[in-house]
C-alpha cells in the first residue's frame, strides 16, 4: 500500500500529511491541548495531542522532535478510543525496544519515547500497530527554567509541539507511477511546488493552551504571544489563563510573566517525602558587565555548494552584523571552509578600522564555491591555534556533518581550556539543526536557527550578547548544618539569569544559605532566603521537580563523559557511566540516552495478521524518503 507524504511550503518545521492513495485517507490530528504550570522560575509543561487512523489497515507512525538541552522529558500517558488510560513505565532503552516489538507483534497497540543520542536533545515518538478508525490521545509531559528577558520571565514552547495543528486533511487523486515520483521530487525540494492533482480541504484544528503559574512575587501582567487569550485572573502571586492557538506558529511560542521583583536572588530546595533525599536549585541575577578584557573572536562560515542564493545571502549578512557589534579592543578572525578551508588572516588580528574595513570587503564577495562540507578540520585548524585571551567560536552553516568526531574533538580542547564557548548558526530549513546544537553543547554555549530568507538580527545579537558579557563560575553555597556545597560547573541560563541544581542526602541542609561564585575570577557572595517548595500550593503532579531537574543536569555530565570515554577508548568506565544515567533515569522517571518509555493496550491478543503502514515524520528537518517492501508489511520513510 503506498504512501504519499509531502512538506507543507509555508512552515519552517515542515509536518506532513499521509496519504493512502487507493481510500484517501490520513493519520489525521485531531486536536492538541497544552497545560503549563509553573512554580516561579520551572514549568511543567504536558502535551495533549489526538490522532485518528483513517487507514483501512492498522499504522504505525514514528516522528522525532528537538526540545533543546534545558529542557527535560518526564512523563507519558495514552488514552483510546474505550477511555482507557495507560500510564507509561520507563526501563532501559534496549528493554523498552524488545518490549514495543513484542508487544506489536502480539497484536497489542505500544507506544514509546526515546532519546536518540549523547550529544542532542533529539527525541522519537512512535505509536505501532494503531488499528484502522481507532483515536488515541497522547500526553507528554515536559519540564524547563524560565528565562529573564527584559525584566520579563519567559516561557518558551518549541514551535515544533504546534507542527500538527498546521495539517489539514488531504485528497490524493489517481496517479500513475512518473505522477507519482514527480510529485514525490517536489515535495523533498527547498521549494516545494504542490503535486499533480494533490487538494487540500480547510479545517485546521486548533491548540488550546491553560496556564497556572505561581510566584514569590506578585504578578502584574501575563502575555501569551501568537495566540488569543480567552481568559485571564491574577490575584497576588498566581495568575491563570487560557488560550488558544489557531495557525501554527513560525516560531517559539512564547508565554511572558512581568512580576513585581522579577530578578530577586533565589534558593529552592525540595525534599522528596519517598527517600528523604533532597535537591536545591539556585538562581542568581548577576550584574553582569561587557568583558574588558580584550577577547578573540573567530567566525567559521560554510561555503559549500549547498551555501549558494539566499543562504550565503544570510551568512554574509550574519557576519557584517557580527563585525560591526564587536568591540574594539578584540581579535578576530574569520576561516571559510567547504571541502577546503581557508582563513581571512594568517591568525587572529586586532580589530581595527583597516582590519574591519578588509574583512567586510571579503565577506561581501563570499560565494558558494567550496563543493561539500568538510567541518571537521576547520574546527581543528581554529582549536590547535595557540592563544593567550579568553576565545569564542562562531560557527555559520546549513550542512550535515559527522557530529561525533566534532563533538569529540571540542570536548578534548575544552578540558585543555583552548576555548570559552562555541556558538552555532544553523541557516536554513534544511539545517542540521542536530549536530549543530551538539557541537555547541559541548562548546558550553548555545545554538540558534534561521529559516531561509528569515531576518537574522535578533538572533544574531543573542548569540554575540552571550560571548560579550562575563559568566558565572565556580558556584557554591554554604549551609550552617552542611558545610560546603558545590554546585554543578555547568551553569545553564542566559548572562541574566543563571541557574545551578545539585542534589543531596541527609541531613537537609537549614538556615539560609551563603551563596559564592566567581566572575572573571573575582569574587562574590550573597546571603539569600531560602525558599521550599512546599511553600507553595504544590499539586500532586508537581512532586521532585527539582529532584528532576538536577537529575537531568547530572545526566547531562554523564552524557558527556561517555561520549569522552568512547573516543579515549575507555570502554569500562563507559559502562560504568551508562549504569548511572540509567539508574537517574529510572528513579526520576526520565527519558535519556539509556532509558526510554514504554506503554501498551492488548487489543485483539492475536499476532497481527494483516500489512502495517509504517511512517516516519523528523519535525526538525527536511527528511529524505525511501521505499521498503516485505511479504509482511509496506513501509515509507519520509
Given at each position: 500500500?503506498?504512501?504519499?507524504?509531502?512538506?507543507?511550503?509555508?512552515?519552517?518545521?515542515?509536518?506532513?500529511?499521509?496519504?493512502?492513495?487507493?481510500?484517501?485517507?490520513?493519520?489525521?490530528?485531531?486536536?492538541?491541548?497544552?497545560?503549563?504550570?509553573?512554580?516561579?522560575?520551572?514549568?511543567?509543561?504536558?502535551?495533549?495531542?489526538?490522532?485518528?487512523?483513517?487507514?483501512?489497515?492498522?499504522?504505525?507512525?514514528?516522528?522525532?522532535?528537538?526540545?533543546?538541552?534545558?529542557?527535560?522529558?518526564?512523563?507519558?500517558?495514552?488514552?483510546?478510543?474505550?477511555?482507557?488510560?495507560?500510564?507509561?513505565?520507563?526501563?532501559?532503552?534496549?528493554?523498552?525496544?524488545?518490549?514495543?516489538?513484542?508487544?506489536?507483534?502480539?497484536?497489542?497497540?505500544?507506544?514509546?519515547?526515546?532519546?536518540?543520542?549523547?550529544?542532542?536533545?533529539?527525541?522519537?515518538?512512535?505509536?505501532?500497530?494503531?488499528?484502522?478508525?481507532?483515536?488515541?490521545?497522547?500526553?507528554?509531559?515536559?519540564?524547563?527554567?524560565?528565562?529573564?528577558?527584559?525584566?520579563?520571565?519567559?516561557?518558551?514552547?518549541?514551535?515544533?509541539?504546534?507542527?500538527?495543528?498546521?495539517?489539514?486533511?488531504?485528497?490524493?487523486?489517481?496517479?500513475?507511477?512518473?505522477?507519482?515520483?514527480?510529485?514525490?521530487?517536489?515535495?523533498?525540494?527547498?521549494?516545494?511546488?504542490?503535486?499533480?492533482?494533490?487538494?487540500?480541504?480547510?479545517?485546521?484544528?486548533?491548540?488550546?493552551?491553560?496556564?497556572?503559574?505561581?510566584?514569590?512575587?506578585?504578578v502584574e501582567l501575563l502575555e501569551i504571544l501568537?495566540?488569543?487569550?480567552?481568559?485571564?485572573e491574577i490575584k497576588e502571586c498566581h495568575v491563570?489563563?487560557?488560550?488558544?492557538?489557531?495557525?501554527?506558529?513560525?516560531?517559539?511560542?512564547?508565554?511572558?510573566?512581568?512580576?513585581?521583583?522579577?530578578?530577586?536572588?533565589?534558593?529552592?530546595?525540595?525534599?522528596?517525602?519517598?527517600?528523604?533525599?533532597?535537591?536545591?536549585?539556585?538562581?542568581?541575577?548577576?550584574?553582569?558587565?561587557?568583558?574588558?578584557?580584550?577577547?578573540?573572536?573567530?567566525?567559521?562560515?560554510?561555503?559549500?555548494?549547498?551555501?549558494?542564493?539566499?543562504?550565503?545571502?544570510?551568512?554574509?549578512?550574519?557576519?557584517?552584523?557580527?563585525?560591526?557589534?564587536?568591540?574594539?579592543?578584540?581579535?578576530?578572525?574569520?576561516?571559510?571552509?567547504?571541502?577546503?578551508?581557508?582563513?581571512?588572516?594568517?591568525?587572529?588580528?586586532?580589530?581595527?578600522?583597516?582590519?574591519?574595513?578588509?574583512?567586510?570587503?571579503?565577506?561581501?564577495?563570499?560565494?558558494?564555491?567550496?563543493?561539500?562540507?568538510?567541518?571537521?578540520?576547520?574546527?581543528?585548524?581554529?582549536?590547535?591555534?595557540?592563544?593567550?585571551?579568553?576565545?569564542?567560536?562562531?560557527?555559520?552553516?546549513?550542512?550535515?556533518?559527522?557530529?561525533?568526531?566534532?563533538?569529540?574533538?571540542?570536548?578534548?580542547?575544552?578540558?585543555?581550556?583552548?576555548?570559552?564557548?562555541?556558538?552555532?548558526?544553523?541557516?536554513?530549513?534544511?539545517?542540521?539543526?542536530?549536530?549543530?546544537?551538539?557541537?555547541?553543547?559541548?562548546?558550553?554555549?548555545?545554538?540558534?536557527?534561521?529559516?531561509?530568507?528569515?531576518?537574522?538580527?535578533?538572533?544574531?545579537?543573542?548569540?554575540?550578547?552571550?560571548?560579550?558579557?562575563?559568566?558565572?563560575?565556580?558556584?557554591?553555597?554554604?549551609?550552617?548544618?552542611?558545610?560546603?556545597?558545590?554546585?554543578?560547573?555547568?551553569?545553564?541560563?542566559?548572562?541574566?539569569?543563571?541557574?545551578?541544581?545539585?542534589?543531596?542526602?541527609?541531613?537537609?541542609?537549614?538556615?539560609?544559605?551563603?551563596?559564592?561564585?566567581?566572575?572573571?575570577?573575582?569574587?562574590?557572595?550573597?546571603?539569600?532566603?531560602?525558599?521550599?517548595?512546599?511553600?507553595?500550593?504544590l499539586k500532586d503532579e508537581d512532586g521532585n521537580?527539582?529532584?528532576?531537574?538536577?537529575?537531568?543536569?547530572?545526566?547531562?555530565?554523564?552524557?558527556?563523559?561517555?561520549?569522552?570515554?568512547?573516543?579515549?577508548?575507555?570502554?569500562?568506565?563507559?559502562?560504568?557511566?551508562?549504569?548511572?544515567?540509567?539508574?537517574?533515569?529510572?528513579?526520576?522517571?526520565?527519558?535519556?540516552?539509556?532509558?526510554?518509555?514504554?506503554?501498551?493496550?492488548?487489543?485483539?491478543?492475536?499476532?497481527?495478521?494483516?500489512?502495517?503502514?509504517?511512517?516516519?515524520?523528523?519535525?526538525?528537518?527536511?527528511?529524505?524518503?525511501?521505499?521498503?517492501?516485505?511479504?509482511?508489511?509496506?513501509?515509507?520513510?519520509?
Amino acid at each position: 500500500m503506498p504512501l504519499f507524504g509531502r512538506r507543507q511550503p509555508s512552515t519552517s518545521v515542515q509536518p506532513f500529511v499521509f496519504c493512502d492513495r487507493k481510500d484517501s485517507r490520513s493519520l489525521l490530528f485531531v486536536d492538541g491541548r497544552i497545560n503549563v504550570r509553573v512554580i516561579d522560575l520551572m514549568a511543567k509543561i504536558e502535551l495533549k495531542q489526538t490522532f485518528t487512523n483513517q487507514f483501512k489497515t492498522p499504522i504505525e507512525a514514528i516522528y522525532s522532535f528537538d526540545l533543546g538541552s534545558e529542557t527535560l522529558l518526564c512523563g507519558l500517558s495514552v488514552q483510546f478510543n474505550d477511555g482507557s488510560i495507560v500510564e507509561a513505565a520507563v526501563m532501559p532503552k534496549q528493554k523498552a525496544e524488545e518490549k514495543y516489538d513484542d508487544s506489536i507483534a502480539s497484536g497489542g497497540t505500544a507506544v514509546y519515547v526515546t532519546k536518540k543520542s549523547d550529544t542532542d536533545a533529539k527525541y522519537e515518538f512512535g505509536v505501532g500497530n494503531l488499528p484502522p478508525k481507532e483515536e488515541i490521545t497522547l500526553s507528554l509531559t515536559f519540564q524547563r527554567p524560565l528565562e529573564l528577558d527584559n525584566n520579563r520571565l519567559i516561557l518558551a514552547l518549541p514551535q515544533q509541539m504546534f507542527s500538527f495543528a498546521n495539517i489539514r486533511r488531504a485528497v490524493l487523486g489517481q496517479m500513475d507511477e512518473d505522477e507519482e515520483l514527480a510529485a514525490l521530487e517536489a515535495s523533498m525540494g527547498d521549494d516545494p511546488i504542490p503535486p499533480p492533482r494533490l487538494t487540500f480541504v480547510d479545517g485546521s484544528p486548533t491548540y488550546s493552551i491553560d496556564v497556572d503559574a505561581d510566584f514569590l512575587s506578585p504578578v502584574e501582567l501575563l502575555e501569551i504571544l501568537s495566540a488569543d487569550v480567552e481568559t485571564l485572573e491574577i490575584k497576588e502571586c498566581h495568575v491563570t489563563s487560557s488560550a488558544t492557538v489557531s495557525e501554527c506558529p513560525t516560531s517559539d511560542l512564547i508565554i511572558s510573566f512581568e512580576i513585581e521583583k522579577p530578578s530577586e536572588p533565589r534558593c529552592f530546595i525540595e525534599v522528596s517525602e519517598s527517600d528523604g533525599t533532597w535537591a536545591a536549585m539556585t538562581t542568581l541575577f548577576p550584574s553582569s558587565k561587557p568583558r574588558s578584557d580584550p577577547a578573540e573572536y573567530i567566525f567559521i562560515v560554510d561555503q559549500s555548494g549547498s551555501m549558494s542564493g539566499s543562504r550565503m545571502k544570510s551568512a554574509s549578512n550574519s557576519l557584517q552584523l557580527f563585525l560591526r557589534s564587536l568591540p574594539t579592543n578584540c581579535f578576530f578572525n574569520i576561516v571559510g571552509f567547504g571541502s577546503k578551508f581557508y582563513s581571512f588572516f594568517p591568525q587572529a588580528v586586532s580589530y581595527s578600522q583597516e582590519t574591519f574595513e578588509e574583512a567586510s570587503r571579503r565577506v561581501s564577495q563570499l560565494s558558494a564555491d567550496m563543493a561539500g562540507t568538510q567541518l571537521y578540520s576547520p574546527i581543528e585548524y581554529v582549536l590547535t591555534k595557540p592563544t593567550d585571551k579568553p576565545r569564542f567560536i562562531f560557527v555559520l552553516t546549513d550542512g550535515e556533518f559527522e557530529k561525533d568526531a566534532i563533538v569529540s574533538l571540542v570536548q578534548e580542547f575544552s578540558t585543555k581550556k583552548r576555548f570559552e564557548k562555541i556558538y552555532t548558526l544553523a541557516i536554513g530549513h534544511s539545517a542540521d539543526l542536530e549536530a549543530c546544537l551538539a557541537i555547541a553543547q559541548a562548546g558550553k554555549g548555545f545554538g540558534e536557527k534561521v529559516g531561509d530568507n528569515q531576518r537574522m538580527e535578533s538572533v544574531v545579537m543573542r548569540l554575540l550578547k552571550d560571548a560579550l558579557y562575563q559568566h558565572i563560575t565556580n558556584l557554591h553555597v554554604e549551609w550552617e548544618n552542611s558545610g560546603k556545597i558545590e554546585f554543578s560547573s555547568e551553569i545553564s541560563g542566559s548572562r541574566r539569569l543563571q541557574t545551578a541544581f545539585t542534589l543531596g542526602n541527609l541531613p537537609v541542609p537549614t538556615g539560609n544559605p551563603a551563596v559564592h561564585w566567581e566572575i572573571s575570577f573575582q569574587k562574590f557572595s550573597e546571603i539569600i532566603p531560602l525558599s521550599k517548595i512546599s511553600t507553595f500550593n504544590l499539586k500532586d503532579e508537581d512532586g521532585n521537580i527539582l529532584h528532576r531537574m538536577a537529575a537531568q543536569k547530572k545526566i547531562q555530565l554523564l552524557e558527556s563523559f561517555n561520549l569522552n570515554s568512547s573516543s579515549s577508548g575507555n570502554p569500562g568506565n563507559q559502562v560504568e557511566v551508562q549504569l548511572e544515567i540509567q539508574k537517574l533515569g529510572m528513579k526520576y522517571f526520565l527519558a535519556t540516552s539509556q532509558t526510554s518509555f514504554f506503554a501498551k493496550k492488548s487489543n485483539s491478543g492475536t499476532a497481527v495478521q494483516e500489512a502495517m503502514t509504517s511512517f516516519q515524520v523528523d519535525l526538525t528537518r527536511v527528511p529524505t524518503t525511501t521505499s521498503t517492501s516485505t511479504s509482511t508489511s509496506t513501509s515509507t520513510s519520509t
